[in-house]
């Protein structure tokens, strides 16, 4: 995807680039995404937070109630308030908005998750796995992306 790394909110005062492919990008159908966006599901760009340059603005940080009576924070251009991407506990890892990107052609689900609430005219293909809640990240993600996640994971007294 790499000509396909830049996106930004709908004014344009929030720009950004991933610098590198994400970790992995989750299709989320669950009822937070559905409300949030207003839509069907969520198309999330896992990838550390390092990696999300900011090219123009500061997105503006939100917290919204979770079903769960958690808190996500979503990240919103000050301006437009687009939602251009999330935090889900770790503040190392970021949930990208792929429909915030310039080319959202570029990027595809390596999984659906949550989809015990997918709405029942949306056809999953056979070719991409698909959960009724969660995964595990271990059987599903690629070795560099497990290695990367274990990078920012590790604790940051360990000189090992
Ligand atoms: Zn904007
Ligand atoms: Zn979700």
């Given amino acids: 995807m790499s000509a396909a790394r830049e996106g930004g909110c709908a004014c344009g005062a929030v720009r950004y680039r991933l610098t590198s492919d994400p970790l992995f990008t989750n299709c989320c159908h ?3 995404c559905q409300r949030q966006t207003g839509s069907a599901f969520v198309i999330n760009l896992l990838i550390e937070a390092d990696r999300v340059e900011l090219l123009a ?3 503006q940080p ?3 109630p ?4 958690s808190k996500q924070r979503i ?3 000050p301006t437009c308030q687009v939602a251009v991407f999330s935090q889900y ?7 990208v908005r792929g429909g915030t990107l310039d080319q959202p052609s570029g ?3 390596d999984v659906h998750i ?15 796995p698909a959960f009724e809640v969660y995964y595990d990240i271990k059987a599903l993600w690629p070795a560099a992306s497990l290695e990367r996640l274990e990078a920012i994971m590790a604790p940051a007294n360990s000189d090992a």
């Fill in 66 to 69: 979770r079903d769960d009576g």
């Fill in 89 to 95: 506990g770790r503040p190392e890892v970021r949930f």
């Fill in 75 to 77: 990240f919103r251009c």
């Fill in 57 to 59: 603005g500061a997105p």
């Fill in 30 to 32: 669950c009822l937070n």
């Fill in 107 to 109: 990027v595809a689900p």
């Fill in 62 to 64: 939100v917290d919204v």
């Fill in 114 to 128: 949550f989809t015990r609430s997918k709405l029942s005219w949306i056809t999953l293909p056979d070719s991409v």
